[in-house]
């Protein structure tokens, strides 16, 4: 892997001049610093309305400022309650002895981990035919998977069949394999409480408030029409620094 190890720090640079980002945002996304950053809300790298028609303006906006808002503020407040030192605790540092916390901690200091990432993974749409992993993880996805298209069909089962609210996830398991699952309401894969465990490098959000304004019931639409707005460079770029 340290090809991929090369390549990967040689691309981040590149990747984050076209992104945009600041330093701040990267060590944000790659929670690789440990100041309370980790815990703060960041803009959104696109405008409400940069996924249309996927995933309509309005909803971007309540979801992003209202929900996701909303577990970032309570889990600042659980933090002061519960005396987390944020400044020398990593988020996925908390997430990984959350048992040791309480359910409002659990909740909410999933929301923001599983919001942040959810937003740094998606991207204006594209044609579905072309918008896919290149490189590495698309060799690891044909190896794990057969196929990107069977890749999808298992993805999208296991969005579907997730009962009520919460997150479909591709993550690299405690093999170092990827691996596909599910996690109840706003837990995931780096919680200690979780029985599937790992590091998630895509997640789909499957609360109804992800999807009912423009799809109502039909969460199979909001799936099939989501592959056209992942941000698989992005993805990538987990892929390489979470395998190397
Ligand atoms: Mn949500």
Known sequence: METNRRTFLKSTAGLLALSGWTAAARDHFFSISTSDINYQQQPLPYMYAALEPVIDAM????????????????????????????????????????????????????????????????????????NKPLGALAAAIDKKFGSFSAFKEQFTEVA??????????????????????????????????????????????????????????????????????INWPVVEQRFLQHMS
């Open 59 to 130: 909803t971007m906006e309540i979801h992003y400022t209202k929900h996701a808002a909303g577990y970032t503020k309570n889990l600042q407040d659980a933090c002061v309650a519960e005396k987390v030192d944020k400044v020398n605790t990593s988020l996925t540092a908390l997430l990984a002895q959350i048992s040791n916390y309480s359910e409002k901690m659990r909740n909410n200091a999933g929301g923001h981990y599983n919001h942040e990432l959810f937003w740094q993974t998606l991207h204006a749409p594209k044609d579905a035919a072309s």
């Open 160 to 229: 579907k069949s997730r009962f009520g609210s919460g997150w479909a996830w591709l993550l690299v398991g405690q093999e170092g394999l990827l691996q596909l699952g599910s996690t109840p309401n706003q837990d995931n894969p780096l919680m200690n409480t979780s029985p599937l465990k790992g590091v998630p490098l895509l997640g789909l959000d499957v609360w109804e408030h992800a999807y009912y304004l423009r799809y109502q019931n039909r969460r199979a639409d909001y799936i099939s029409s989501w592959w056209q707005v």
